[in-house]
């Protein structure tokens, strides 16, 4: 008997977006220290390990050219030694130019296509509150749609065939849930074939507080209601379903002893339903703070301060690497 192993990664900057539509940003990112700190939680050269980047395209973006990481910068760097990238293609264009946005999409699998493991299309596109995210913009049903069936396309013409295009979202309840379903509706019978996979975002005990004695039951939960009432109901429940972000802030009345908690918790929660729930990774949210002088919830996601000094939750989140990847 097999058993199913999920994928693990990070996203190896500090700068994340905050619920104002403002960036968090501190120190810049040192990379000697990052490929150190990456080396350290793969555990081993050969063990398949997910880089988490950011990149984006607006109206102001130069088709034809090459197109940089934002976050972190010149991600490629990193994806050597058995580590690959998880690129997320950020769509923000107010003017809704799908068009530009596909031509941007397969550009990026021209130039990022042998070194990228996972390409997501647009990023928390249900979110239409946040200039940060996706949901914000016009057309970003039709971005998603067009944009998996262009990186789908240019990928077989390259030869890339392990390429796996995507989407995600944040957890969809109540009304929302029918999000994906709508994406299936519009795309068809061809969009759920080109499909790879479905992300999600998700920060337990972070935006609403779950008691600690309840958090594995609330996140075994979550993910079985996102398997069975969001996904099989679109006609997606043959698709592996992927963590594409979690993470939990250290800060004021956050100590870091929890963090190291909540990241055990979580990570044995993915390994333990791999297999029936068909997860098939999970990536961390984020390696380091974004500035560990400031107080801001969105300026201490990460496992390491802003000097790459571990906290707890380093350890542990390597421990369960090498226990479960």
Known sequence: MTTHRPLFGVYPGGVSGDDSGELASGPPDDPDR???????????PDRPFLVRAYTAFDDTTRLGGPHATAAPEDAARYA?????????????????????????????????????????????????????????????????????????????????????????????FGPS?????????????????????????????VFRP?????????????????????????????????ITEHGWPTGEERPPRRQAEVVETVVRAVAELAEPLRLSGYTHFALRDADSSRTGLFHRFGLTTDDYTPKPAFETYRALIDRHG
Do not use: M, W
């Not at 994406?183 to 992300?199: I, K, M, N, R, W």
């Open 34 to 44: 990052v490929t150190e700190a990456l080396d350290r939680l793969q555990g081993r």
């Open 80 to 172: 050597v030694r058995g580590r690959r990238l998880d690129l997320v293609a950020q769509y923000r264009s107010a003017a809704g130019d799908v068009d530009g946005y596909c031509r941007f999409v397969r550009e990026l699998v021209e130039q990022y296509g042998a070194v990228t493991s996972t390409l997501q299309v647009t990023e928390e596109p249900n979110d239409t509150g946040n200039p940060v995210l996706d949901g914000y913009y016009p057309s970003v049903r039709e971005a998603i749609v067009r944009g998996v069936s262009a990186a789908k396309e240019r990928a077989r013409e390259l030869g890339y065939d392990e390429l796996r295009v995507g989407f995600n979202t944040t957890p969809l």
């Open 177 to 205: 849930a029918s999000f994906v379903a709508e994406l299936t509706a519009l795309g068809g019978p061809a969009f759920a074939t080109e499909l790879d996979y479905v992300g999600l975002d998700f920060f337990p005990d």
């Open 210 to 242: 779950v008691a600690a004695s309840g958090l594995a039951s609330a996140v075994a939960g979550l993910l079985r209601h996102h398997r069975d009432a969001v996904l099989a109901s679109a006609g997606l429940g043959h698709l592996p379903l992927h």
